[in-house]
């Protein structure tokens, strides 16, 4: 099994190195059909199917390419015969925020399932710890909170 958990290891972090470059292709590749994620935007529900998850990521593409970091400072792996979980914590924001709040991490869950001796990722859950916003948010916060506007149910945002 310790085999399972570096390989594990390394398929996240070719999905966090594939993020950061913006490639969809990599973000994808180790991603379940029937992959379900929470992530810190709505909708509420989550998102459902590989399609569904892959309309999530074109804004947070746009924003990164703006300057912002998605690294992998730590990861914890358990890996079973079929089944497996992570959790990680990355770097994720603007060099702004990060100056401003220097301990803000996003907070990486997943759940792999292994098919035909591959792991997939069959769940993912991003989240951030909860901190109260000033009343007068800067330019840069209003500009995340609108990449978190409420979407559809296909995941993407209204138009």
Request: charged content about 30%; some cysteine; hydrophobic content about 40%.
């Amino acid at each position: 099994m310790a085999d399972d958990a570096e390989r594990i290891r390394a398929l996240v972090e070719q999905w966090a190195a594939a993020v950061h470059r913006g490639d969809m292709d990599g973000v994808l590749a180790d991603h379940a059909d029937d992959i379900v994620m929470f992530d810190v935007p709505p909708p509420y529900q989550g998102v459902r199917g590989v399609q569904a998850y892959r309309g999530t990521w074109p804004p947070f593409f746009d924003w990164q390419a703006r300057g912002a970091c998605f690294e992998i400072e730590t990861i914890d792996v358990t890996a079973g015969t079929d089944v497996a979980f992570v959790h990680a914590l990355l770097r994720c924001g603007t060099p702004q925020q990060l100056a401003e709040n220097p301990e803000m991490r996003l907070r990486l869950t997943l759940g792999l399932r292994k098919e035909q001796d591959r792991w997939v990722v069959a769940h993912e859950h991003h989240s951030f710890p909860y901190v109260d916003a000033p009343e007068d948010t800067t330019a840069d916060e209003d500009e995340v909170r609108a990449l978190h506007a409420p979407r559809g149910r296909e995941g993407r945002r209204p138009t």
